[in-house]
C-alpha cells in the first residue's frame, strides 16, 4: 500500500492524546469504513487487526523514490538480462 506524500516526511511524537500517532495514522489512512480511503478503498478488518497487533515502535516510514526507467540503457548485454521484482 502506498501513502502518496513527499518524500522525507517526519512522523509525530507521541502525546498523552495521542500515544500511538503512527497507528493512528495508518488506521486512518487504510480506512475499513465507509467512505474508505483517499482513493475511495475499503480496507479489510482483518489489515486492521495487523496493524493494531503492531506495537508502536515496530511501525517503521520509509520512503520509496522513483527512478527514471532504463528503457534507453537497455536490460541485456550478451546473454545476461536484468530482471526482477522491487
Not at 23 to 28: A, D, E, S, V
Not at 43 to 67: Q, V
Amino acid at each position: 500500500a502506498l501513502i502518496r506524500e513527499p518524500a522525507g516526511g517526519v512522523d509525530p511524537e507521541p502525546t498523552p492524546e495521542n500515544p500511538n500517532p503512527k497507528l493512528t495514522r495508518l488506521l486512518n489512512e487504510f480506512n475499513n469504513a465507509e467512505p474508505g480511503d483517499k482513493n475511495g478503498d475499503v480496507w479489510d478488518d482483518f489489515a486492521h487487526e495487523l496493524f493494531r497487533a503492531t506495537k508502536e515502535e515496530d511501525i517503521k516510514r520509509r520512503d520509496l523514490y522513483d527512478g527514471s526507467p532504463l528503457l534507453n540503457k537497455g536490460w541485456s548485454k550478451g546473454q545476461v538480462a536484468i530482471c526482477g521484482d522491487a
